[in-house]
């Protein structure tokens, strides 16, 4: 973002980016919302200070399964449909998150992945499913994608439903042996499907709102086409 300032905190549409997103997650039924922080954390905590949210510090940028596995003592207790999303992702709509918990819940599944339609799906992780069922085997970063599978045009959103118990389970088991030596959350869903349990994927009506920001410009477009819907 080319700033000091976290870039959960720039401001789109009048609103930093954080809020927007925790705006459209407050009005869902969730038991209790955990947002995890890392750089300059304490300013994200000020910014948030009127929102009913939990908060986990990552102090180590070791990849999205270690940042969401610095959940793990707050959620400890909750047996239920734990929400994944990012930060970055403003205009993740309401409909599309309750269509993934819907398909997740009729499912029966372990863990379910909202995907899209991109055009240019560069620098996205792969989703690669079984057959042309809605069962989803794995998703495969980008970098560590072979040319079959660059060629593949659903993309990961970064937004998932799990079993609580069940992430937390196999975030244990996910290593590092990629191509960024990250621990990425998505290794999860082979480590469940692996274990024979559904991996279910539903693809977002609307792949604008899935778009994450990660430069000033993605911001500008993001802002433009979506300030009449914000409005």
Not at 41 to 65: C, I, N, R, S
Not at 175 to 181: E, I, K, L, M, P
Request: net charge negative; charged share 30%; with cysteine.
């Amino acid at each position: 973002m080319k700033s000091d300032l976290p870039k959960v905190l720039h401001t789109i549409c009048g609103r930093s980016i954080i809020k927007v997103l925790l705006d459209t997650l407050t009005f869902l039924d969730i038991d209790r919302l955990v947002v995890v922080i890392g750089h300059k954390g304490e300013m994200v905590q000020q910014e948030l200070a009127d929102y009913p949210a939990k908060f986990a510090w990552q102090k180590e940028q070791l990849g999205t399964a270690h940042a969401v596995k610095m959940a793990a003592d707050v959620m400890a207790d909750f047996d239920g449909t734990t929400l994944v999303a990012a930060g970055d992702v403003p205009f993740l709509s309401r409909g599309s998150i309750e269509r993934l918990f819907e398909v997740h819940e009729s499912t029966g599944a372990a863990a379910t992945c909202l995907s899209a339609i991109f055009g240019d799906p560069k620098g996205y992780g792969r989703i690669v499913r079984d057959g042309d069922s809605d069962i989803l085997k794995a998703i495969v970063e980008h970098k560590d994608a072979d040319e079959e599978t660059l060629s593949i045009a659903e993309i990961n959103t970064g937004t998932f439903c799990f079993d609580n118990r069940l992430l937390f389970e196999a975030i244990e088991q996910v290593g590092s042996d990629n191509a960024q030596q990250e621990f990425y959350l998505t290794d999860a869903i082979k480590i469940l499907h692996d274990k024979d349990l559904r991996t279910s994927v539903v693809i977002a009506a609307d792949p604008d709102e899935v778009r994450g920001i990660n430069s000033a410009e993605q911001l500008k477009f993001l802002e433009k086409k979506f300030a009449d819907r914000v409005k």
